[in-house]
């Protein structure tokens, strides 16, 4: 898919999107299909009213600028605006969903924002009556879903599930899945019970099982990948989540074999951790630049919750950017 055709695609998918007010929040397995093996959800409305984004301001202001230019030259941006939708105001956040493919024009996609109802059915029925062979309304269970035919590329499905969601799935299939809120096929428990360490809080959050990230390796240009691969096999499920707040909060997450099991893997890396503090304290009284890692360390801990296990800490944004400017130099 060319970049033009994506920027065409993504300001048509913005351009359907039009209801109330909603907060982003951690992503409800009920709109997803069946298969999903891997989530990717980023709150932007979280990140850009945190401390974190307050601090860096003018930073964020020029990445703003940077986005309305860019949006400037996309053809779609009329749409937009007729619409009332500001994609740097109104997009609140978004997930991808993926049964571990590759291919982007087969991934399903939540969006979250403020949008309005009525301005995007005038619109959309616009565009249906001058672009035919691009859009299509049909109805699925009462709903209007937009059939999306980008030039060239594969028709996609569209439709605003409630006033707080819209829904884009390659198949129609999986678009009356989620319209009905019951998957055809059943999400894998473990699965489902790693994207429940998510929530509306995290700015980001990352959630695979291991053989959606073992097809992601494929032909990947990583070093030792085959290893990497073969490890990855053996895990069940991994997440990841990044929050942004006064400070940065991490949070890595696996499944174990059963809550025992859970359980019994936390007591034991907790124990870990304990040395892992003592000796980055040594080291940091060998060479001081290593002191941001004490301070980190000591907010590391393991917790268990149901079958998963999770390690969660944080760092300050001056110890952070110690690290960074210290790394270059740290083998010097």
Not at 114 to 130: L, R
Not at 184 to 212: D, I, P, V, W, Y
Not at 215 to 238: H, R, S, Y
Not at 295 to 300: E, R, Y
Request: hydrophobic share 40%.
């Amino acid at each position: 898919m060319t970049v033009s055709r994506r920027m065409w695609l993504a300001g048509l998918v913005l351009t359907l999107a039009a209801c109330l007010t909603t907060q982003a929040r951690a992503i409800d397995p009920k709109f997803l299909p069946g298969d999903t093996e891997l989530v990717v959800t980023l709150n932007l409305k979280q990140m850009l009213d945190s401390p974190v984004a307050k601090q860096y301001k003018e930073l964020i202001d020029k990445g703003r600028a940077a986005i309305e230019g860019h949006l400037q030259n996309n053809p779609a941006t009329k749409h937009l605006e007729q619409a009332g939708f500001d994609v740097l105001r109104d997009l609140h956040g978004f997930t991808l969903a993926s049964n571990g493919g590759k291919d982007l024009s087969d991934m399903f996609l939540v969006v979250e924002g403020n949008f309005n109802e009525e301005k995007i059915n005038g619109i959309a029925e616009e565009i249906a009556a001058k672009m035919p062979e691009a859009l299509k309304i049909s109805k699925i269970a009462g709903k209007k879903v937009y059939e999306i035919t980008p030039p060239g590329e594969k028709r996609i499905y569209a439709c605003l599930i409630n006033e707080q969601t819209l829904v884009v799935s390659p198949t129609e299939d999986a678009l009356k899945d989620a319209i009905s809120g019951s998957a055809r096929r059943g999400m894998k428990e473990n699965f489902r019970s790693l994207l429940k360490t998510t929530s509306n809080k995290q700015s980001f959050s990352f959630t695979a099982t291991g053989a959606a990230l073992t097809k992601l390796m494929e032909n990947a240009p990583v070093p030792n990948a085959e290893m990497v691969a073969g490890t990855l096999q053996q895990i069940d499920g991994v997440t990841a989540a990044v929050t942004l707040a006064k400070d940065i909060q991490f949070q890595l997450g696996i499944n174990a074999k059963d809550q025992e099991s859970a359980k019994k893997t936390a007591d034991g890396g907790n124990f870990g951790l304990l040395m892992v503090r003592t000796m980055v304290q040594q080291k940091a009284k060998e060479d001081e630049r290593l002191l941001p890692l004490v301070d980190v360390a000591k907010t590391l801990r393991i917790t268990s919750e149901g079958n998963n296990v999770l390690l969660r800490g944080e760092i300050t944004l001056e110890n952070l950017e110690k690290l960074i400017k210290n790394i270059p130099n740290l083998n010097q």
